[in-house]
T-cell receptor, first 115, second 111 residues
Framework: DAGVTQSPTHLIKTRGQHVTLRCSPISGHKSVSWYQQVLGQGPQFIFQYYEKEERGRGNFPDRFSARQFPNYSSELNVNALLLGDSALYLC??????????????FGDGTRLSIL | KQEVTQIPAALSVPEGENLVLNCSFTDSAIYNLQWFRQDPGKGLTSLLLIQSSQREQTSGRLNASLDKSSGRSTLYIAASQPGDSATYLCAVSNSGYALNFGKGTSLLVTP
């Protein structure tokens, strides 16, 4: 069975541009979460979506937005890119969202570099 | 605000040794705790999830324990192998959805 898939794997942008990252969850999983991992740090929570609704948001500016589609795939959008947005962006899926006790399964991430 | 700390930050051991990785957290009102492995340039691989009502979980050579009242978890790796070399991350969930991660322990197992 395919795991969580993310595209693209690498991306280079310049300051001020916008970017869209994509994620397909494991088949049957209805919840998708996004995390940002800066080099040398643990991942930081950005969003969780479950059944196409936002269920949680981390401490990130409004430049970050996301959505979930009827097939449970998800997009993360970042506007007005800053140098500090350079990071590995990770997508995770789980069977259920909200206050569940299901493990989260991560993709290999999108490496975003801002010049 | 939940703070997760992992000690040590880095560890180097010879093949065959048993080892313990430590994780501590400041807010004991957690739903669960999850241990992950991350290889360089890769995503996270889920190793073990311990629910707040559980004390430990085992998978193969891995055993994770949870002491919620003291805010601590340990990951025990038996008979370490060079293939175990990776960064190990501990993450706790207070909300049931968002994970709060430590910075990880970088493990090197030498042949």
């Amino acid at each position: 069975d395919a795991g969580v898939t993310q595209s693209p794997t690498h991306l280079i942008k310049t300051r001020g541009q916008h970017v869209t990252l994509r994620c397909s969850p494991i088949s049957g999983h209805k919840s998708v979460s996004w995390y940002q991992q800066v080099l040398g740090q643990g991942p930081q929570f950005i969003f969780q979506y479950y059944e196409k609704e936002e269920r949680g948001r981390g401490n990130f500016p409004d430049r970050f937005s996301a959505r979930q589609f009827p097939n449970y795939s998800s997009e993360l959008n970042v506007n007005a890119l800053l140098l500090g947005d350079s990071a590995l962006y990770l997508c995770a899926s789980s069977l259920v969202g909200g206050r569940g006790n299901q493990p989260q399964h991560f993709g290999d991430g999108t490496r975003l570099s801002i010049l | 605000k939940q703070e997760v700390t992992q000690i040590p930050a880095a560890l180097s051991v010879p093949e065959g040794e048993n080892l313990v990785l430590n994780c501590s957290f400041t807010d004991s009102a957690i739903y669960n705790l999850q241990w992950f492995r991350q290889d360089p340039g890769k995503g996270l691989t889920s190793l073990l999830l311990i629910q707040s009502s559980q004390r430990e979980q085992t998978s193969g050579r891995l055993n994770a324990s949870l002491d919620k009242s003291s805010g601590r978890s340990t990951l025990y790796i038996a008979a370490s192998q060079p293939g175990d070399s990776a960064t190990y991350l501990c993450a706790v969930s207070n909300s049931g959805y968002a994970l709060n991660f430590g910075k990880g322990t970088s493990l090197l197992v030498t042949p």
